[in-house]
């Protein structure tokens, strides 16, 4: 049996009354939540379901239902609602969905008829106090996965084109189970999802780990926990969203994490009566140092998806919370190494996981043994893939912490000779509270541009004084020497970001391209 679902039914006879799931309106018991996946596999839809689509914001029913169709051995596809109109019908069409299930029927009816995907039948079923549409469709171009495929998780891929990349059982419970000795998970904890389920990381580490423990998933819509789309963020929502279900761990990207500390650092004290009355896992002697903290029952944060500065590390730990950066990939079935309480080092992404083994080619590039991909939907591996080359440059240090300087097709040379990897320049540049993104270009040029998106209403003095300040901290072959501010943020919407956030640098360079080749001609007009 799959290990998550064999321990919900060891905790379902163990401690029943037990919260497993909590949403903004409902909570659910491990007994319960057993119960409920027995009755929803005994569902005529689901059973005849081949590949299953999951479209649902988060809430209980999404764990539910994923949860059911894992006990089925029914592959899941997990769909993003941040995806675009196109990306979702690519999808579904791609993994050959022949059930959706969605609490938005209106746009997925006129997605199906926009895709020239018929639906044959529609059920609506209730699942912890809500509605739900099941959407039985007629498959016209059948996509082969993978024997033994259980999860198709989408990636947005540097094309905007998403890969579905197939995961066994195998894979996602070594992942789980590794994380879960990694974190230390108890059957008191707490974790709020931040994140989208939908996306594998939160799957895995916000969903699975903690049911392993035997501890309660809590699973608010998107719209409470301040996250908007790919992209937007309210840093005081989500403050409050942490606050109000008292969580002991969750995920953050590093733009939550900029963004929270950043709302920190600008609160009042708490007194400590308050902290005193929130959290009980604080003795007395230490609230003192720590009257400053507004999230008391934090006890660990991962934060992953991108490169994190040591910067905005730093300024967590002045904090008080409790971050540590972590590395991973879709087709590694997401984390490969983390850093932990009783282990960590700012600038490393942490050990590896047991589950797994690292190599590095003559390059550097990080080459991962171990649990991988099965193949991506409709391009089954000829034989077992035993290892992945990551695309990603890095090296094990002495301690054996895992440190990724950068991406292996983004870095550049400089005419000088000197070898960048961008986004080491622009998590710097990043992390300072005027800039909310950074593109950086310098292949064979004699300095570094940058086209800076400005965070609010930044002023050109201030973004100025934050190129200054990143540039202190650089060596100067990395630092910028000219920039210019972008007309509008990178986004999946204008073409310059995918849908998670990783820049489009060809795009970029070339909506810039003008501006950018007059910063080198005008020097070299200086020259001549």
């Given at each position: 049996?799959?290990?998550?679902?064999?321990?919900?039914?060891?905790?379902?006879?163990?401690?029943?009354?037990?919260?497993?799931?909590?949403?903004?309106?409902?909570?659910?018991?491990?007994?319960?939540?057993?119960?409920?996946?027995?009755?929803?596999?005994?569902?005529?839809?689901?059973?005849?379901?081949?590949?299953?689509?999951?479209?649902?914001?988060?809430?209980?029913?999404?764990?539910?239902f994923d949860l059911a169709l894992l006990a089925a051995t029914t592959p899941v596809v997990p769909l993003p609602l941040f995806f675009s109109k196109t990306q979702m019908i690519h999808a579904m069409q791609d993994a050959a969905v022949d059930l959706?299930?969605?609490?938005?029927?209106?746009?997925?009816?006129?997605?199906?008829?926009?895709?020239?995907?018929?639906?044959?039948?529609?059920?609506?079923?209730?699942?912890?106090?809500?509605?739900?549409?099941?959407?039985?469709?007629?498959?016209?171009?059948?996509?082969?996965?993978?024997?033994?495929?259980?999860?198709?998780?989408?990636?947005?891929?540097?094309?905007?084109?998403?890969?579905?990349?197939?995961?066994?059982?195998?894979?996602?419970?070594?992942?789980?189970?590794?994380?879960?000795?990694?974190?230390?998970?108890?059957?008191?904890?707490?974790?709020?999802?931040?994140?989208?389920?939908?996306?594998?990381?939160?799957?895995?580490?916000?969903?699975?780990?903690?049911?392993?423990?035997?501890?309660?998933?809590?699973?608010?819509?998107?719209?409470?926990?301040?996250?908007?789309?790919?992209?937007?963020?309210?840093?005081?929502?989500?403050?409050?969203?942490?606050?109000?279900?008292?969580?002991?761990?969750?995920?953050?990207?590093?733009?939550?994490?900029?963004?929270?500390?950043?709302?920190?650092?600008?609160?009042?004290?708490?007194?400590?009566?308050?902290?005193?009355?929130?959290?009980?896992?604080?003795?007395?002697?230490?609230?003192?140092?720590?009257?400053?903290?507004?999230?008391?029952?934090?006890?660990?944060?991962?934060?992953?998806?991108?490169?994190?500065?040591?910067?905005?590390?730093?300024?967590?730990?002045?904090?008080?919370?409790?971050?540590?950066?972590?590395?991973?990939?879709?087709?590694?079935?997401?984390?490969?190494?983390?850093?932990?309480?009783?282990?960590?080092?700012?600038?490393?992404?942490?050990?590896?996981?047991?589950?797994?083994?690292?190599?590095?080619?003559?390059?550097?590039?990080?080459?991962?043994?171990?649990?991988?991909?099965?193949?991506?939907?409709?391009?089954?591996?000829?034989?077992?893939?035993?290892?992945?080359?990551?695309?990603?440059?890095?090296?094990?240090?002495?301690d054996g912490f895992l440190h990724i300087t950068g991406r292996k097709k983004n870095i550049f040379i400089t005419s000088y000779g000197r070898n960048v990897a961008p986004e080491w320049v622009e998590r710097e540049l990043t992390a300072h509270s005027?800039?909310?993104?950074?593109?950086?270009?310098?292949?064979?040029?004699?300095?570094?541009?940058?086209?800076?998106?400005?965070?609010?209403?930044?002023?050109?003095?201030?973004?100025?004084?934050?190129?200054?300040?990143?540039?202190?901290?650089?060596?100067?072959?990395?630092?910028?020497?000219?920039?210019?501010?972008?007309?509008?943020?990178?986004?999946?919407?204008?073409?310059?970001?995918?849908?998670?956030?990783?820049?489009?640098?060809?795009?970029?360079?070339?909506?810039?391209?003008?501006?950018?080749?007059?910063?080198?001609?005008?020097?070299?007009?200086?020259?001549?």
């Open positions: 049996m799959n290990a998550v679902l064999a321990a919900i039914r060891s905790h379902a006879a163990q401690q029943p009354a037990q919260l497993a799931l909590i949403g903004e309106d409902i909570e659910v018991s491990y007994g319960a939540l057993q119960q409920q996946l027995t009755d929803l596999m005994l569902l005529p839809a689901l059973k005849q379901a081949k590949v299953v689509g999951l479209a649902l914001d988060n809430c209980p029913a999404w764990a539910i959706v299930i969605t609490d938005q029927s209106a746009l997925y009816l006129e997605l199906f008829a926009a895709a020239g995907m018929p639906v044959l039948a529609e059920q609506v079923i209730a699942v912890c106090g809500r509605e739900f549409s099941l959407f039985s469709l007629q498959v016209l171009k059948a996509s082969a996965l993978p024997p033994a495929t259980l999860k198709v998780t989408y990636t947005s891929g540097t094309t905007g084109t998403p890969k579905g990349v197939c995961l066994s059982a195998a894979a996602i419970n070594a992942v789980a189970q590794s994380l879960l000795l990694a974190t230390a998970a108890s059957s008191q904890e707490r974790h709020l999802s931040l994140l989208p389920l939908s996306t594998l990381l939160e799957n895995i580490a916000g969903l699975y780990v903690p049911l392993l423990a035997g501890a309660s998933c809590i699973l608010p819509s998107m719209r409470t926990t301040g996250l908007l789309g790919a992209s937007g963020l309210d840093a005081n929502k989500m403050l409050a969203t942490l606050q109000h279900y008292q969580a002991t761990s969750t995920i953050f990207t590093p733009e939550i994490l900029l963004g929270l500390v950043t709302v920190l650092e600008h609160s009042k004290p708490i007194e400590q009566s308050i902290l005193i009355a929130q959290s009980q896992l604080i003795a007395q002697s230490q609230l003192a140092a720590q009257s400053a903290l507004r999230l008391p029952n934090l006890r660990f944060v991962a934060v992953g998806g991108a490169s994190v500065s040591p910067t905005i590390l730093a300024r967590a730990a002045q904090l008080g919370l409790p971050v540590f950066e972590g590395y991973g990939l879709s087709e590694c079935a997401s984390v490969v190494a983390v850093n932990t309480s009783h282990d960590h080092k700012i600038g490393s992404v942490g050990k590896p996981l047991p589950h797994v083994q690292l190599k590095f080619a003559a390059d550097g590039e990080v080459i991962v043994v171990g649990q991988s991909l099965l193949g991506y939907a409709g391009m089954i591996a000829a034989a077992a893939i035993e290892e992945w080359a990551t695309g990603d440059i890095g090296y094990l240090d002495a005027a800039i909310a993104q950074a593109a950086v270009f310098g292949e064979a040029q004699p300095f570094n541009v940058a086209v800076i998106v400005s965070r609010g209403a930044a002023t050109v003095d201030r973004l100025a004084q934050a190129i200054v300040s990143t540039n202190a901290q650089l060596p100067d072959y990395a630092r910028v020497s000219r920039w210019l501010i972008a007309s509008e943020p990178f986004s999946p919407q204008n073409g310059l970001a995918t849908s998670n956030g990783r820049l489009k640098r060809n795009e970029i360079y070339q909506r810039y391209q003008t501006q950018i080749q007059a910063f080198y001609k005008e020097t070299s007009d200086v020259v001549l």
